[in-house]
């Protein structure tokens, strides 16, 4: 705290301060608690400049684009609240292994590396009766599926990211699909308009068509709200951010967990994200 005293009091205001904080994937409470921390950190360092200030790293690529689009069980596109929440990845453990969920479609992860408590997650994903996993790679979750289908990687898809500063972002593909391997699109339409003709015999095929990503960006466009210049035709690609910055901020409260101590003079282990991640 003195430090950051000493150092306010001899700031030059014309230069600019960063504060960027990853996230660690452990821990989502202490994701929270470090996040607030770091947007108090920014209040005090640059007050009403604050939001352009700081910079909150998710543990992947594009989730804020994701949890913007709606990929989030408690909240829909443009994160407005859902009436009725979907299950949270460890619900949908839990109902797999009761016999309440079914069927699991699994998209550019591997919950068998990245999710805690391996073994139960394992069971889970046993417990299926159909595990469709769409992936550019071979993933140890890829080979306890039913159906693999194989996805092109990032830089072999077309469409837009949301960065950690909330500017959208043009993304070319930059390599052509190998073998059998398609774009998660149009996978997911094919797998969408499957599903609809199985339940509804009168539905029509193709209710989903998308002719190219473009098409996609365009109804983002048009449902999604903060989204609504970013269409296929919009020229300034990462320059605008999805919303304005706000420029009144207050400081919140943080929890401090205090680590007990070890009186057998044993080490604890935690997990972290290195500088490359």
């Keep these: 705290v003195q430090f950051l005293e000493n150092y306010m009091y001899n700031l030059d205001p014309k230069k600019a301060i960063s504060i960027v904080f990853a996230t660690p994937r452990f821990d989502a409470a202490a994701a929270g608690a470090g996040a607030r921390a770091a947007a108090n950190l920014a209040i005090a360092l640059r007050g009403e400049k604050a939001a352009e200030s700081l910079y909150i790293l998710p543990t ?10 709606g990929v989030d069980p408690e909240r829909g596109a443009g994160r407005t609240a859902l009436d009725k929440p979907g299950m949270t990845f460890q619900q949908m453990v839990d109902a797999a292994i009761d016999g309440k969920l079914k069927a699991m ?25 159909a595990l469709i996993v ?20 990032a830089y072999g898809k077309t469409g837009t990211f949301t960065n950690a500063e909330r500017r959208v972002n043009r993304l070319h593909a930059a390599l052509d699909a190998l073998g059998d391997a398609r774009p998660a699109l149009l996978a997911l339409t094919d ?23 473009d098409s996609v960006t ?15 035709a919009y020229s300034f690609w990462g320059k605008a951010r999805i919303f304005d910055l706000p420029s009144r901020f207050d400081a919140q409260a943080v929890a401090h967990a205090t680590t007990p101590v070890r009186s057998d003079g044993s080490l604890l282990l935690t997990t972290g994200r290195t500088l490359f991640t």
């Design 60 to 69: 992947e690529a594009n989730v804020n684009g994701m949890r913007d689009m």
């Design 105 to 129: 479609i699994i998209v550019g992860d591997n919950p068998l590396m990245f999710a805690p408590d391996r073994a139960r997650v394992e069971r889970a994903l046993a417990s299926l009766d």
């Design 134 to 153: 769409i992936d550019s790679l071979l993933t140890d979750t890829a080979k306890l599926a039913h159906a693999v289908l194989a996805d092109v990687p």
């Design 191 to 213: 797998l969408a308009n499957a599903i609809v003709r199985t339940g509804d015999a009168s539905s029509t095929a193709g209710r989903w068509s998308y002719a190219h990503p």
């Design 218 to 232: 365009d109804e983002v466009a048009q449902n999604v709200a903060g989204y609504e210049r970013f269409t296929s």
